[in-house]
């Protein structure tokens, strides 16, 4: 692979120095780090430290910051030991293409990459010289800003170069996990961890002493977790029947039929006394075993009655929800033996136990009300997600239940009574900092222990709220028992504290400083002079990916109450203020249904969302441009694979007064998941670096010149982006940046006749550069005579890699090649599956019947054969025997059904022969080039049989395609044998991945504290 530099330098920007970042960075190695951040086991500790949402890797948030600042002399070595590199960019992905290929093919290798990068320590030397290079690009010191900093990754590594880093936040939730992350490490060091386990132990014990009688140990192991169902009345008996949507405790990860190691708690129903109880019960053929899993009583909204096995509506359930008769029933208890896992029954101390939490939680209620203990405040009536209110929980106290809500209210109490001490003990600053750390692990505790969590019955543990980014119903949950030892509470502190201790002692500069705090708007920064700071490097929302403060008042609600008076100014609001959130929240702008006004189409507020979004992003930048030095480097990561939302991106910073200079696709997302060929997941961040506009930069023309700049340009870094391993989407996508160079140079851009033109403009010419380029690749001998639909599909499965992707990835191709997607639904080419758009097999297009007295009918795409009596979607199937075929791509199905059909080998090459003998398709025809260039384009994962439920075996045209094109056409396929990388023949040794990081030692609960947008 090559690593070159970037071309999208700006004839305008050459009288400023440029800034490393504006001619190099090492993406692909980048990538490869961001991929090994995450996928050790562990996630770094600033992401285990407490929930916060589409955080980025480190690595590449180092990158960022560094590259912004160091000269693009400055000496690529050095620059590749800071980032925490383990040798060359090279020897990098060199490292990773063996590790890949190991993977691929089972093969166990020693691990090339040895400790992860974040963690490897920085030499003093090379950041020595990094500071001096800097000090000499600016002329004197630096500050660099992130004005929307979130969970901090970016601040955070600022700080441990030890550069002058200033962090901002919208959000108080998020301030409050910055000041723990880019604050207390750099000021109180692992000390401040010493001191919280010390006053965590306290808490614990106070806790134990007033909770522990509400969770009873009937036998010799104590429970470890409680597994609960909400209840519904039966519609007819009135029996409070189960909505559990699952009955295995405990399945293997790979499930796809019940096995020995599968163990369930089976429903028995006495229908005389309504009532159910549970029986634990393994799979199996013998005595006391069940042979298949009981009928899940919950699924797709509606419940099925215990009592008379009837539906039961969503409606139904909804109502009684909000009418409070929903209730929740305790049905299996999780013990964890030095054995395992083990399951029973709940006994009637477990029962008794949780009425005597709800006497004691009424008890309570009124003195803890006036207290302001527990969260009474409703959920917000102008919210994306509707569902804690439809489902009966009105207000956030409601999303827990008695007993988990007693916990929560005890940790409270108890942290308040303790402060006194813990400032007498520790003094105002590191007590102040004690407390925060114990109320974040009052935080995880309410995440893992409420009732939205989930039991994971594939690993056994407790999958926390926040597993999911929103407030979907739960209709079966678990509860921790919150005083074991190593469990429940212990855990929860043990868990925030030890992410902090990591985070103290992650290698930094010998001269660190905390980053400093502000809580704000990003679109107005009154504490920065004019022209203050160096460089701005900031990973904004993206569009309606994340509804942060929706999401984020679950936690305001309790730090609220922990940490009011910590910082009273964070936590003075009702709930989380959004006024100024750069998000698309479409519920915001739809018609006040009280205030009588006529209520706004969907697409009217949809509309208005978007607008405000893109409006607030350009005072942002805008901002940032006031606060940016003349000569400062603004650098945006963005992930977004729709083209509004990059369209949008774009016209902000031109907006501002901003020109871009220079993209970078960084690829922070595992791509094992395209071997599967089944959806396409992977993802990348593109870093994209701008600087101020010269002012006056006038009026540019869209005319033939700037189309063929963004064209070449957009092909070249396609080109060269392949080079570094990218993938085809992005590869597209990292196209739009250097076409936005040439766009970007000019205040305003018109066609020659003086029309507007708009960023999308420039962006579809860019995509359709990278088309032609790709089809190019695909297809030596052209497509002539190939229609759009055969060119789509071909781009799909080339540039998407599988079957099924997102329907806006869909569009971005199906723009390129002239053909709008509702038109290939239509086609019955692909389907539509909510967001998804799957690609249809041949098999899934075959008609019954073929076409026998052919008539000619218009249809969308022009005149088509159809039998008398057939219907349009129909005729635009295919059967083997047709008379004629509507398309290339018809025919090349059809010619892959008569192989299959024919059982392959020779049987099948002589049907498929005499097919296209008779159609006289011959080796130049649009036929034969095109499935040339679909067996080239055909993914891993569709190139070999991979067993029944593969992708593989629902496309079994590409086996026969490359079976055919010697025998029918005389084409010598594309050689499909896997080649193992060079160097691939190590010695086995020991495991593939990580070795220095331990494995998750989070054993007790999962705490997959975010995830990627998206
Ligand atoms: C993509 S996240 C940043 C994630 C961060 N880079 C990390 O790794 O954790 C974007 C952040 O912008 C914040 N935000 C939204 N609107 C804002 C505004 N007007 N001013 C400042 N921050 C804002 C959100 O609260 C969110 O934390």
Known sequence: MTLTTAETRTKTDEARPRVLIEDWLPAAAIGVECIRERSTGQQPPDKRLHVWWARRPLTVSRAAVLGSLVPADFPRDVFERLLGFNGSSEEILRAQERLDWARQTGTRVPNPHGQRAFRRPLRTDDLERAHEAVRRQWNGPVSVIDPMAGGGSIPLESARLGFHTLANEYNPVACSILEAT???????????AERARYWGAKLRKRFVARMERFYPKTGTVPPHCYIFARTVPCPDTSHPTPLVPDWHLLKPASHSGCGSSCLFAVPVVDKARGVWRVQIRRFGHGAGEVSSAPRPTYDDGKGISLFTGLQIPSEYIKAKAQAGEMKSALYAVALKTPQGLEFRPPEAADLRALEEAERELARLWPGWEKANVIPTELYPEISSDERPRLYGMPRWADMFSSRQLLAMGILVEELRKLRSEIVKEEGEELGAAVEHLLALAIDKQGNHNCSSTRWENTRGVVKGKMDRHDYAFKSSFAEMATCNSGGGLDWAIDNVIEAYEELSRLPQSPHPAAAELTLGTATNLPQYDDKSLTAVVVDPPYADNVQYSELADFFYVWLKRTQGHHHPEWFSTYLCEHDQEAVVNVSRFREDQKSGKKKGSAKEAREKAQAFYQGLMTEVFKEAHRVLRDDGVLTVMFTHKKQE?????????????????????????????????????????????????????GLGYFNAAMITEIRDRARATAERLKGEGLNAVDQLVGAFGPAMTVFSRYDEVRTDTGEPVGVDQAIDEAADAVSAWRIEQLAARGLDGVEPEGQFALLCWDVLGAAEFRFNEASLLGKAVGMDVDRLIAAGLVAKKGENVRMLSARERRREKPLENAEVMETLFGSVPVAKRGTKAEALRIHPNDPRFRTALDACQALALRYVEAHGGSGGIGSARALARQQGWTKDSPVARLMEALVIAAPPGVRHDQGEKSTAARFPEFRAWHALLQPLFGITPLDWTEQPPLQAAIPALEAQLAVEDQADDDTENEDEDEGEED
């Not at 396409?680 to 930069?697: D, G, H």
Request: proline share 6%; hydrophobic share 40%; aromatic share 10%.
């Open 182 to 192: 880019v604050d207390y490490p750099f000021r109180f060091g692992p000390k401040l």
């Open 645 to 697: 939302a990059w369209t949008s991106l774009f016209t902000s910073l031109i907006d501002a007064g901003f020109t871009i200079t220079a993209t970078w696709p960084v690829k922070t997302e595992s791509e094992h998941s395209l071997h599967q060929a089944k959806k396409n997941a992977a993802q990348s961040t593109v870093i994209l670096v701008a600087r101020k506009r010269r002012p006056n930069a």
